[in-house]
């Protein structure tokens, strides 16, 4: 069965540290898709990333760098220099090629990312 | 800019009394899904229309009920509104089954 651990609820750092979300996901399928998605206090869901499984290449944008390891099944992401408006939940999120007709995203619990000034 | 657009944000209703919440899209997408969403919790998907193609998740309330009358326009309708349907209602679009999914503002739904 498809599954989306994200095992950090909470994580509070200082502006200007390095931090790391964890995602875990499991599946049967070869061909997937995995996400990340940030929601701040506003309530919006915005779209950070997508990740096809046969692409394991790293990708940095900016502060935002994510690092896909299929022998582990993990997606992580690592903001560096934080700031206060990274504050947020953010979501890491499947959807299986097998299931893509309905293209639904298994959601993780998400992570609680606070960045004090 | 092209965007996904809910209405109204904020929707406050009487249990048991019917409600209405709206979603557009100028992305001329051919879905558009509804997830609920409660609180401190992952959101839920609900339906999605792909063009006029209605598909029901099988968990899904029948107290839940979705129309799509054109391309840009999808209604999500709660017939008997209870206290636990008290959540965010998102919006989703996305060009094609499977691809990225582009979400709305939400409308908060409170049940008095």
């Known amino acids: 069965a498809q599954k989306v651990t994200q095992a950090q609820t909470e994580i509070s750092v200082v502006e200007k540290e390095d931090v790391t979300l964890d995602c875990v996901y499991e599946t049967r399928d070869t061909t997937y898709y995995l996400f990340w998605y940030k929601q701040p206090p506003s309530g919006e869901l915005v779209f950070l990333i997508r990740?096809?499984?046969?692409?394991?290449q790293n990708e940095i944008s900016g502060r935002y760098s994510w690092n896909f390891q299929k022998s582990t099944s993990s997606f992580n992401f690592t903001i560096t220099a934080s700031q206060v408006v990274d504050s947020a939940v953010y979501f890491c999120?499947?959807?299986?090629?097998?299931?893509?007709?309905?293209?639904?995203?298994?959601f993780g619990q998400g992570t609680t990312l606070q960045v004090k000034p | 800019d092209a965007m996904v657009i809910q209405n109204p944000r904020y929707q406050v209703t009487q249990f048991g009394k019917p409600v209405t919440l709206s979603c557009s899209q100028t992305l001329n997408h051919n879905v558009m899904y509804w997830y609920q969403q409660k609180s401190s919790q992952a959101p839920k998907l609900l339906f999605h229309y792909y063009d006029k193609d209605f598909n029901n998740e099988a968990d899904t309330p029948d107290n839940f009920q979705s129309r799509r009358p054109n391309t840009s326009f999808c209604f999500l309708d709660i017939r008997s509104p209870g206290l636990g349907d008290a959540a965010m209602y998102l919006c989703?679009?996305?060009?094609?089954?499977?691809?990225?999914?582009?979400f709305g503002p939400g409308t908060r739904l409170t049940v008095l």
């Open positions: 999120a499947l959807s299986e090629w097998r299931s893509s007709n309905t293209g639904k995203l298994i």
């Open positions: 989703a679009t996305s060009r094609v089954r499977g691809d990225t999914q582009y």
């Open positions: 990740r096809n499984s046969f692409d394991e």
